[in-house]
T-cell receptor, first 117, second 110 residues
Framework: EPEVTQTPSHQVTQMGQEVILRCVPISNHLYFYWYRQILGQKVEFLVSFYNNEISEKSEIFDDQFSVERPDGSNFTLKIRSTKLEDSAMYFC???????????????FGEGSRLTVL | AQSVTQLGSHVSVSEGALVLLRCNYSSSVPPYLFWYVQYPNQGLQLLLKYTTGATLVKGINGFEAEFKKSETSFHLTKPSAHMSDAAEYFCAVSGGKLIFGQGTELSVKP
């Protein structure tokens, strides 16, 4: 069964460093998402991406964050200068938007745990 | 705007007892509703979903949920809890993006 894959599974970085989290969405899916889950808290929407541009972003997604689809398969989340409060699990997801198969369901990856020291 | 409220951040049941996790939603359009489960240090796994049609939805691991429009609810139930059901459960509503509730941690006592 097709799945969303994320790398790395865990990254430890120093405050102020740049981090890139990578995701390979399910092929044929056209909508991509990043979510964040701070330890013990709810899953929060960061950004959605469609047709090579951001379609929606939350107030969390400030200028320190950016997303990119550098090629036909990868979808990346970059944090320019990490802060302690960026420590969280980051989930990538994709959605099937084809007529007849779009149920609104998001398919999630296993997550990338980011620890900022 | 759409939102989800999960009543009870922590629910504890005995093994073999009924599991009931509550979820109420707010949506200006007919909602798509979901329950996801998250085991410790793992990702989000879809338990079940309601899109259209039958309001009683069956999912994996013996869970089911009933969409009640009049009550704006989508409560998750399982007749008999297993120890392996201990996890965090998230209700979500779809409006393009998924909007998650706060989550309910389910503990199962032997």
């Amino acid at each position: 069964e097709p799945e969303v894959t994320q790398t790395p599974s865990h990254q430890v970085t120093q405050m102020g460093q740049e981090v890139i989290l990578r995701c390979v969405p399910i092929s044929n899916h056209l909508y991509f998402y990043w979510y964040r889950q701070i330890l013990g808290q709810k899953v929060e929407f960061l950004v959605s991406f469609y047709n090579n541009e951001i379609s929606e972003k939350s107030e969390i997604f400030d200028d320190q964050f950016s997303v990119e689809r550098p090629d036909g398969s990868n979808f990346t989340l970059k944090i320019r200068s990490t802060k302690l409060e960026d420590s969280a699990m980051y989930f990538c997801a994709s959605r099937d938007t084809r007529t007849g198969t779009n149920t609104g369901e998001l398919f999630f990856g296993e997550g990338s745990r980011l620890t900022v020291l | 705007a759409q939102s989800v409220t999960q009543l009870g951040s922590h629910v504890s049941v005995s093994e073999g007892a009924l599991v009931l996790l509550r979820c109420n939603y707010s949506s200006s359009v007919p909602p798509y509703l979901f329950w996801y489960v998250q085991y410790p240090n793992q990702g989000l796994q879809l338990l079940l979903k309601y899109t259209t049609g039958a309001t009683l939805v069956k999912g994996i691991n013996g869970f089911e949920a009933e969409f009640k429009k009049s009550e704006t609810s989508f409560h998750l139930t399982k007749p008999s809890a297993h120890m392996s059901d201990a996890a965090e459960y998230f209700c979500a509503v779809s409006g393009g993006k998924l909007i998650f509730g706060q989550g309910t941690e389910l503990s199962v006592k032997p």
